[in-house]
């Protein structure tokens, strides 16, 4: 037996059995009754309209066209949303709007139920907890303007996730489904309303899967395991002005995914294969969400709201951090050489340390043996928080000609990350990882990182005539500070550094209805996210743009709009997702950036009769961002010259999806296009990914009016070029996955 640090499994919370027997398909809920259409930003696609800016809303009928359970996937479909594929299946996603840093999420502003989601927002934005997307009832993106209603990140835009509201009636719905690689999903929830007002909701999301990936000399799966449980209360009697909600969630995850990618040789040969050193590599988390809300209906123009939300967060991450060339004889002494550098030298043949690429790809390949604690596996023990109090208003009146929809909003939040990491050194013997030590706890990491922020908004949808103008204002004021700490649990005081902000954000859009089919619009705002705890780094941002116009007939309804960011500065952010060899948590000014793009949309159906449809719906972004200025080589961003590309942003992307569909069955193919794009600014070689074209295609047929069933497959044509780069090396695409449900209403 080969000795192992245990994975640190975090402690099963086990809820009561009955949820799980309840366990009903939230997407054909009927619809949400008189409890909390706050929770919403738009709210359906018709609201759309009366936006004098960019937002989309993907709703539950539209999810089921493909049942996706991939936030990947579904975000797609939005123009101006672009990804850093890396797992493959979303659990982490990077999600990029209009041009923003796509790492881990961390410059959108994420939201479930209009709170903000992200482990700790403010203090350490990095998404290491997403919703699970296969529960979520509706996604909505909002844009420009907008988007300043819902900081702090304000640049790019915000992503709403809907939880399954409570149904007017009792209702519920079971989705039952099974697929390759070992993989099966369940989704349920039943609710309903009593007549005296009373309401509840059950729901449960069980999704396991071995993965599509194959470790070296390993029996240990790629896989996951994923478990959602979600219990809403409310109370709101259809003669009182007054009503109230309780929102409980608690998800669990467990996957055995790495940080470690592979050469360009090896991927070549094999895209789905993992290096044997990443055997132990294993994330479990914990996420706890509580939520309270009051809403007040003092007339049928005015409503007030009052939010309490508490977010709790844990994950250790045991992943293998790097090697010891030199071979030190003590994990806590070593001389770590990252992976990414590894990677690096192996593409470009290069020696490092008197140790040439062959022997390093030797390393790799568990040719080669290892001195002891000459292999770092890091415990990234962590635990966060995110809570606060949010007020809003929201109120409908006259002034002669103009008629107001007022909304503001205060928000007061507190948030943190906890590090307490360790080191562990091992050796690699005949291929397979031994236990040398174990480092000492907080070794590798131990130190808090806090944030408070007062956030305040007015926003106001002005119509008069064809004229709508949405003037608004935004204020943050943020307080950010790390404690660094030295030894084990006694965490003795070792430094702090602090940082603040307070800024004004301006914005407002316009829009003329030329007639009841065409709608110009255009609009400006002054979008920002928060700087680190580090001194002297500024906080991100820019002077945003857009233009555009929008469409609508018996026919096809279409929206194209042009944007421009012109960041006055552009921050980077040093984390270990990032690949980049810097310190964890350090921050560096980019200087001036500018991006600009054209975002296309259309909706179409293409049947001339009515005994079926064929929807048609096309999704395109272009994209062009650049930096503005030279910068000295740094430690994340390298030698920066003007006119270099910003990373991981795609010139091109388009989605197109075709359906053909009567009362009785459908059938929906999509096709997803992404440029390659430059992963650093330099763009070297082996800097770059591969362009991709990815078929999906579903199906499902309406057995009874109670039983539906569908199947799907998922990247048809197995596509397999290099995805990503990050965090250290070549990272394929998801291999071509078959899966078959059912999905029963009650």
Same mark, same amino acid.
């Given at each position: 037996?080969?000795?192992?640090?245990?994975?640190?499994?975090?402690?099963p919370?086990?809820?009561?059995?009955?949820?799980?027997?309840?366990?009903?398909?939230?997407a054909?809920?009927?619809?949400?009754?008189?409890?909390?259409d706050?929770?919403?930003i738009? =709210?359906?696609?018709e609201?759309?309209?009366?936006?004098?800016?960019?937002a989309?809303?993907?709703?539950?009928? $539209?999810?089921?066209?493909?049942?996706?359970?991939d936030?990947?996937?579904?975000?797609?479909?939005?123009?101006?949303v672009?990804?850093?594929?890396?797992?493959?299946?979303?659990?982490?996603?990077?999600?990029?709007?209009?041009g923003?840093?796509?790492?881990?999420?961390?410059?959108?502003?994420?939201?479930?139920?209009?709170v903000?989601?992200?482990?700790?927002p403010?203090?350490?934005?990095?998404?290491?907890?997403?919703?699970?997307?296969g529960?979520?009832?509706?996604?909505?993106?909002?844009?420009?303007?907008?988007?300043i209603?819902?900081?702090?990140?304000?640049?790019?835009?915000?992503?709403?996730?809907?939880?399954?509201?409570i149904?007017?009636?009792?209702?519920g719905n079971?989705?039952?489904?099974?697929?390759?690689?070992?993989?099966?999903?369940?989704?349920?929830?039943?609710? =309903?309303?009593?007549?005296?007002?009373?309401?509840?909701l059950?729901?449960?999301?069980?999704?396991q899967?071995?993965?599509?990936?194959?470790?070296?000399?390993? =029996?240990?799966?790629?896989?996951l395991d994923?478990?959602?449980?979600?219990?809403?209360?409310?109370?709101?009697?259809?003669?009182?002005?007054?009503?109230?909600?309780?929102?409980?969630q608690?998800?669990?995850?467990?996957?055995?995914?790495?940080?470690?990618?592979l050469?360009?040789?090896?991927f070549?040969?094999?895209?789905?294969?993992?290096y044997?050193?990443?055997?132990?590599?294993n994330?479990? *988390?914990e996420?706890?969400?509580?939520?309270?809300?009051?809403?007040y209906?003092?007339?049928?123009?005015?409503?007030l709201?009052?939010?309490?939300?508490?977010?709790?967060?844990?994950?250790?991450?045991?992943?293998?951090?790097?090697?010891?060339?030199?071979?030190?004889?003590?994990?806590?002494t070593m001389?770590?050489?990252?992976?990414a550098?590894?990677?690096?030298?192996?593409?470009?043949?290069?020696?490092?340390d008197?140790?040439s690429?062959?022997?390093?790809?030797?390393?790799?390949?568990?040719?080669?043996?290892?001195?002891?604690?000459?292999?770092?596996?890091?415990?990234?023990?962590?635990?966060?928080y995110?809570?606060?109090? $949010?007020?809003?208003?929201?109120?409908?009146?006259?002034?002669?000609?103009?008629?107001?929809s007022?909304q503001g909003?205060?928000?007061?939040?507190r948030?943190?990350?906890?590090?307490?990491q360790?080191?562990?050194?091992?050796?690699?013997?005949?291929?397979e990882?031994?236990?040398?030590?174990?480092?000492?706890?907080?070794?590798?990491?131990?130190?808090?990182?806090?944030?408070?922020?007062?956030?305040?908004?007015?926003?106001d949808?002005?119509?008069?005539g064809?004229?709508?103008f949405?003037? &608004?204002?935004?204020?943050?004021?943020i307080?950010?500070?790390?404690?660094?700490?030295?030894?084990?649990?006694?965490?003795?005081?070792?430094?702090?550094?602090?940082?603040?902000?307070?800024?004004?954000?301006?914005?407002?859009?316009?829009?003329?209805?030329?007639s009841?089919?065409l709608?110009?619009?255009?609009?400006?705002?002054?979008g920002?996210?928060?700087?680190?705890?580090?001194?002297?780094?500024?906080?991100?941002?820019a002077?945003?743009?857009?233009?555009?116009?929008?469409?609508?007939?018996?026919?096809?309804s279409?929206?194209?709009? =042009?944007?421009?960011?012109?960041?006055?500065?552009l921050?980077?952010?040093?984390?270990?997702?990032?690949?980049?060899?810097?310190?964890?948590?350090?921050?560096?000014?980019?200087?001036?950036?500018?991006?600009?793009?054209?975002?296309?949309?259309?909706?179409?159906?293409?049947?001339?009769?009515?005994?079926?449809?064929?929807?048609?719906?096309?999704?395109?972004?272009?994209?062009?961002g650049?930096?503005?200025t030279?910068i000295?080589? *740094?430690?994340?961003?390298g030698?920066?010259?003007?006119?270099?590309?910003?990373?991981?942003?795609p010139?091109?992307?388009?989605?197109?999806?075709l359906?053909?569909?009567?009362?009785?069955?459908?059938?929906?193919?999509?096709?997803?296009?992404?440029d390659?794009?430059?992963?650093v600014?330099s763009? &070297?070689d082996?800097?770059?990914?591969?362009?991709?074209?990815?078929?999906?295609?579903?199906?499902?047929?309406?057995?009874?009016?109670?039983?539906?069933?569908?199947?799907?497959?998922?990247?048809l044509t197995?596509?397999?070029g290099?995805?990503?780069?990050?965090?250290?090396?070549?990272?394929?695409?998801?291999?071509?996955?078959?899966?078959?449900?059912?999905?029963?209403?009650f």
């Amino acid at each position: 037996m080969i000795p192992a640090v245990p994975k640190t499994h975090l402690q099963p919370k086990v809820l009561a059995c009955s949820l799980l027997a309840l366990a009903m398909s939230h997407a054909s809920l009927a619809q949400q009754g008189g409890f909390y259409d706050e929770i919403t930003i738009i =709210g359906s696609k018709e609201n759309i309209s009366r936006i004098p800016g960019s937002a989309h809303y993907i709703g539950p009928e $539209q999810l089921e066209d493909f049942s996706y359970s991939d936030i990947q996937r579904i975000a797609r479909e939005i123009p101006g949303v672009s990804i850093q594929v890396e797992d493959g299946y979303g659990l982490r996603p990077n999600i990029s709007i209009r041009g923003v840093s796509s790492e881990r999420s961390s410059r959108i502003t994420l939201l479930e139920d209009n709170v903000l989601i992200a482990p700790a927002p403010y203090a350490a934005p990095a998404a290491y907890y997403f919703p699970t997307a296969g529960r979520i009832h509706a996604f909505e993106v909002v844009k420009g303007p907008a988007a300043i209603t819902q900081g702090p990140n304000t640049i790019g835009g915000a992503l709403n996730m809907a939880s399954t509201p409570i149904p007017d009636t009792r209702a519920g719905n079971l989705l039952l489904e099974g697929g390759e690689d070992a993989t099966y999903r369940l989704l349920g929830s039943y609710g =309903g309303q009593t007549a005296s007002g009373f309401g509840f909701l059950l729901e449960t999301h069980q999704w396991q899967s071995d993965g599509f990936q194959d470790i070296d000399r390993s =029996g240990t799966d790629t896989g996951l395991d994923v478990q959602d449980y979600t219990l809403k209360l409310a109370y709101a009697p259809s003669a009182s002005k007054h009503a109230v909600e309780l929102k409980l969630q608690y998800t669990e995850q467990d996957s055995n995914q790495s940080y470690l990618g592979l050469s360009d040789a090896d991927f070549e040969q094999d895209p789905f294969r993992r290096y044997g050193l990443s055997a132990l590599d294993n994330i479990a *988390t914990e996420h706890e969400q509580q939520i309270l809300r009051y809403e007040y209906r003092a007339t049928d123009a005015l409503k007030l709201t009052a939010t309490a939300y508490n977010n709790k967060h844990k994950r250790n991450w045991f992943k293998t951090e790097g090697v010891d060339l030199d071979g030190s004889s003590s994990a806590d002494t070593m001389t770590r050489v990252s992976w990414a550098d590894i990677v690096a030298d192996i593409n470009h043949g290069r020696t490092r340390d008197g140790v040439s690429a062959d022997m390093l790809a030797g390393i790799l390949h568990g040719d080669i043996d290892t001195p002891e604690n000459s292999i770092t596996l890091r415990a990234n023990n962590r635990e966060y928080y995110s809570r606060g109090g $949010q007020l809003g208003v929201d109120w409908l009146f006259q002034t002669g000609a103009f008629s107001h929809s007022l909304q503001g909003g205060l928000r007061y939040h507190r948030d943190q990350e906890d590090r307490f990491q360790f080191d562990s050194g091992y050796q690699q013997l005949g291929g397979e990882l031994v236990l040398n030590s174990v480092g000492a706890p907080g070794g590798a990491g131990n130190e808090k990182s806090d944030a408070q922020a007062l956030a305040v908004h007015l926003y106001d949808l002005i119509e008069v005539g064809n004229w709508t103008f949405t003037p &608004g204002l935004r204020y943050e004021d943020i307080e950010l500070k790390r404690t660094r700490f030295s030894g084990g649990q006694a965490r003795d005081f070792r430094d702090s550094r602090k940082n603040t902000v307070r800024v004004w954000l301006p914005g407002g859009g316009l829009s003329y209805r030329v007639s009841n089919e065409l709608t110009l619009l255009g609009g400006v705002h002054k979008g920002f996210s928060a700087p680190t705890n580090a001194p002297g780094i500024n906080e991100e941002k820019a002077l945003n743009y857009e233009l555009g116009l929008r469409f609508r007939n018996a026919f096809f309804s279409t929206e194209i709009i =042009g944007f421009l960011s012109d960041y006055d500065n552009l921050l980077g952010v040093c984390t270990a997702s990032s690949g980049v060899d810097c310190e964890i948590g350090d921050a560096f000014n980019g200087d001036a950036v500018t991006i600009k793009g054209v975002e296309f949309l259309l909706n179409s159906d293409l049947s001339t009769t009515t005994a079926f449809s064929i929807p048609l719906q096309v999704s395109y972004t272009y994209s062009d961002g650049e930096f503005d200025t030279d910068i000295a080589d *740094t430690a994340f961003f390298g030698e920066v010259s003007a006119g270099d590309p910003i990373p991981y942003l795609p010139d091109n992307q388009f989605r197109l999806s075709l359906g053909l569909e009567n009362r009785i069955w459908g059938l929906n193919l999509s096709a997803s296009y992404v440029d390659a794009v430059c992963v650093v600014a330099s763009c &070297g070689d082996f800097e770059q990914t591969d362009s991709m074209l990815t078929l999906d295609l579903s199906g499902n047929y309406q057995a009874t009016k109670f039983l539906n069933v569908y199947a799907r497959i998922e990247n048809l044509t197995a596509q397999d070029g290099i995805a990503g780069r990050q965090p250290f090396g070549a990272r394929p695409n998801k291999d071509r996955t078959a899966a078959l449900g059912v999905r029963m209403k009650f």
